[in-house]
């Protein structure tokens, strides 16, 4: 599984100063006028109802990329999941698809290749 990868540990302190903030109304506004807000938070709301329940172990192999200030456990994401791939970036943050999108794109293809 890979190492920590990236420039040193940044976070930025507001939004703006992590994603350009045009970039951040682009993102708000095809959500707003498409009227999809709801529906890409519903997977928050699903898994509402079985937090602190325990669940099957899933089988699926599971790539798990981590930037900073996201907190994820390894053993509880390896307990309950077959975690293939692991990498824990030094830059980037929640909002990873706009904040890193190289580091991003490149470890999606790097995890999906051997299963091409």
Do not use: C, K
Not at 16 to 27: H, K, P, Y
Request: no cysteine; charged share 20%.
């Amino acid at each position: 599984m890979p190492a920590v990868s990236g420039s040193p540990s940044t976070s930025a302190a507001l939004p703006e100063d992590a994603v350009d903030r045009d970039l951040i109304l682009t993102d708000v506004s095809v959500y707003w006028l498409t009227g999809t807000a709801g529906s890409a938070a519903r997977l928050y709301y699903e898994d509402a109802r079985t937090w602190g329940q325990a669940q099957p172990r899933s089988s699926v192999p599971t790539g798990v990329a981590v930037f900073p200030n996201d907190i994820t456990i390894r053993p509880l994401a390896e307990r309950d999941h077959n975690v293939v791939h692991w990498i824990e970036f030094s830059r980037g943050g929640h909002f990873a698809a706009l904040e890193a999108p190289d580091l991003l794109v490149a470890d999606v293809r790097e995890f999906f290749r051997r299963y091409r």
